[in-house]
């Protein structure tokens, strides 16, 4: 922490600001520069709690040096973390493609597409059981019958499953079925589930807040991991701008950002991220070629009639030919890497 | 909802939709313009569900024309609605301002605040026991206990008393204690919470999500409402924007918006709106002069030592000038309201 | 400036720094913390010119420190700046009100409508002769002859008239006729207009640029200023954001920060800003409550065939309303600010 | 253009404005639905122009349905554009990348690095010799001598040379030098400008303005050729959003869904785009993945003594890794988009 003075500040609201600090058990240098004094505190952190010291006299403004994260750093770590799901490898050098429908509308449906993306290629089953819906008069999933309807592909398939919790007791249920839970965007600040899901001992993945800056995300992995929990996959899925040609606006350059400054691996949601069908494989391309470990991706049997965000949905020979690109992708970046 | 088809859009794909539409139960009107052929959807929506008519061959783009929210409008419901809080009425012609701390700390330092702010005339006392933070070393609040205090307060000075709810089990235990409840912007789509909180019978303020439209925010009002709950006040409380010089950027404009479409009181919040003390007089008289029927801010007998949200914070000193300047305000808008 | 050293900088990169520091004529000081070391920069920062310090071996971020512009600050000069324009003071605790048209369509009109807002009692006509449109196919502005009408139109009513001008070319031409001109949204950081205008010796209305932050916006004031031009009416009329409720956010934050950084006027455009006719009574009454010299704003005799912006438009009737509420409200500031 | 009523309107306010468009010269479509009435316009809008018809009696809204721009679309001209620029074809099929430094600071930096982006394999060269800075006291370019010395390393290197133009007078010197003038950001609505771009003869790159729209960005592009110039490249360059990790937000969407909406060619700029230089490699890749024509990318032969835009520059070195790696992607991408 920085704290830079007014042009106009007097030598007596210095030494008291250094005299407070000093009592607090830090310790300070000041720099006297032509036009603003700065103070930088020295020590623990922790011992000045949230004290907001720009309403003591004299000051203009207060500046954080250190990120108010720890666990998710690569100083902390700086090998990257490799998430093991019944034996597929997330992050590390490994595609993940995880996919299937926006929600789990029936067995019937959810088997069809399950082996339907397993025969493509995905790595992965995902599908709505809870789902957080906008308007009270939409579809808001089967709940934990649609959590068995999960499991049950699973059996069939041998895909492992990966679905949304949505409040504590959801997550209670989904532990008995899920390899992998999912926070929802809008539930990335929501805290007491974030420290529910950080006692558990399962595989998250997080996705960003619709509105959430790269350093509030990597807090909230920090909330799950100060738990306990280091099994956490980050996932961008768009965030809010002024532009309505796309649902949101993927940001492709979240991945190298967060690839520079945490060790969890990285994934896309192409379907959400863009909230349109023709945009979803040109992005998960990009997220491949931006660095990505994955993606994560809607398919439906039959969009026309899925129950929810049937517009962004592919249908199963869209996704075939998805992991078909992909792979080719995936598959031509380690040549293309390789170039220096 | 309204049908756009391409540009080169045959009369057969026209012609499918037509029939789709007609084997739902629903009729059609088709305008065939210039350019575009448009198909203008008749009958009761609900039969269409989340069809997403735009994967139909030929088809452009789909444009909804009714809003997706009832009870909360003004068309269901042409009269304002008043909420009853111990006797204070909020909405409707009456002032309400709403003070206190941002987080209950200690029974000394609330009570002392809940002094203060009755005796320069606040209507409702504001305390934060739950509180959600974005790292997870933050001060978390005193949870239950800090209720008792809030209720002890109350007893001592008669003013109604608010806090926030963050997840249902918060939820049982504070409507043992609370006059309102809050539901802070990070959960604003926590559907879940809307829904129960719809289930009690007690005021809810609905804070706006930082990055939610005004139409989000009422489908957030219309959960709470359709499960039966309809004492709800909307709360402004700052949208993430571009701009740094502010924490948020304060919509002011919602206020207008809101007075035209829904019948329910709106209410300010400069204190997280603007982030900064300074501004909370300014803007709570800007909230007063567009139409607002009060605020909602936070008070600390000493900001410097407030373990949240201290910056922002007014002293007792300033919360008196605050309430001063805006019940003159408020007085003399019926004076400048009066002006035709 | 400030620069922060990584975690694991060596000592070496930090003499690095220094002494690349002091060859400039620099001096450092450095603080060593638990985690970072921290380098302040001493002295004419000038000497530092753009150097990407964050390019150094070793260095984390660099964090600036003092603000970019100076001539704009109270710092600079605390007085507020009042300007005169023909007789009448914009600033220093005056109520300033330009209405007029969106675009001078033709003489009877103008004329019509600059004695209805005389009248009514404007304190300055503004009609719109050079228009940036969106789209070419939209009417571009009667450009000279549009001036020539305004200047008919004080002739007639004595309003100081005020209009945009879009490039040096119409600068030019407009300097003959006008008595403010006014920078459009778009043109803020148009730098070669903008040290142009501050060549000529004629106070300007600056507006924001629609996604322009504060800190930009000043910048774009200290650019007019620096060539010698001290007149400069600040003019916020709302940024862009993700709501689409109204055509932008007015931001009447704005309103204060500026008035505690700058010492220039500040108006509203509350037209622009919100692009709905209904909004622009109430967000005019919220300007001036949170501290605006004034307000600018759109008056049409005839807003359903005006050429341009007819729905933000007031209407005669409407203007005359507007005019009589914000009076009373701005009479009545003196005793709510007279409250402590 | 829809028109839709509000619930409660009548008959006679339908009436109104049926007749009201049929005097136009217009026809309309009237759908009852359960709740609102529609009225579709059907005939030329041109006879409409800018009549604010949300202003008549009984009117909800209006909702446009043919997009304001004809001359970009595909339904325009199907067949994608190519440019050639001095035998270099820029869209349809080939990689186009575009080099050099932020600003062209002497004759010997410039020709260093056009040198070595040549030898690199670069397509063009860029450098600026107008330059539009935030603060009027930073470095505002070489102007004339600037294109001289471009010039100059064109006959050396045998590059074409591409440079941003401000202003009309820029614009006309610029044309005696230049193979493709490039129009900035902050210029995108500077519809003089455009327009007069638009009376030249020359390739034009049409950067996306920092808050703009897609469609108001393909409006600009729509101004250029309703004067006559057709050849315009499409530069996504970032725009501004919430997040402060990265400068701007790179919108990589905005690739394919300009590939969808218009028939010009779309480069990237990663420069602008991310402000850093460690993401302008990752970011280059996820562009040409995402199925851009090309890139546009800062160098400099020393970035740490850059004059502007250091921290975002390419080493020599730097940029020869990148474009190893870009044709390895680009070459790659024709098996990966095989793929079905």
């Known amino acids: 922490m920085v704290i830079v003075m007014r042009p106009d500040a007097t030598q007596e609201q210095i030494n008291n600001i250094s005299e407070y600090l000093k ?60 998430i093991d799901v019944r034996g597929h490898k997330v992050g590390g050098g490994t595609l993940t493609v995880i996919a299937g429908p926006c929600a789990v509308e029936n067995k019937e449906q959810t088997i069809e597409t399950a082996i339907a993306v397993k025969n493509a290629g995905a790595h992965m089953l995902r599908g709505g059981a809870y789902k957080p819906r906008t308007s009270p008069y939409s579809f808001q999933g089967l709940e934990e019958e649609g959590l068995k309807i999960l499991a049950e592909a699973r059996e069939i398939t041998g895909l492992p499953i990966v679905s949304e919790v949505i409040s504590p007791s959801s997550l209670e249920t989904a532990l008995k079925y899920l390899d992998v839970v999912q926070i929802g965007a809008r539930n990335m600040q929501n805290f007491q589930l974030l420290r529910e899901v950080g006692q558990a001992r399962i595989p998250v993945i997080l996705k960003r807040g619709i509105s959430a800056t790269i350093e509030e995300w990597l807090n909230a992995a920090e909330y799950i991991m100060s738990e306990g929990n280091y099994q956490i996959i980050m996932c961008e899925r768009g965030i809010r701008t002024f532009e309505t040609a796309t649902r949101n606006t993927l940001d492709i350059s979240a991945v190298p950002v967060l690839k520079s400054k945490t060790h969890l691996p990285v994934i896309v949601d192409p379907s959400h991220g863009t909230g349109k069908r023709d945009l979803v494989i040109p992005m998960s391309l990009a997220a491949i070629a931006a660095g990505a470990d994955g993606i994560i991706v809607e398919v439906h049997r039959d969009p026309m009639h899925a129950l929810s965000d049937g517009p962004q949905s592919l249908s199963h020979d869209d996704f075939a030919v998805l992991m078909k690109k992909i792979t080719a992708l995936y598959n031509a970046m380690e040549h293309v890497n390789g170039q220096y």
């Open 23 to 82: 009592k607090l058990g830090l310790d300070v240098h000041i720099s006297k520069g032509a036009e603003y004094t700065i103070i930088g505190i020295i020590g623990d952190k922790r011992l000045l709690g949230d004290t907001p010291l720009e309403l003591m006299p004299g000051v203009e403004k207060t500046i954080p040096i250190a990120e108010p994260y720890k666990l998710v750093t690569k100083t902390f770590k700086p090998e990257p973390t490799v």
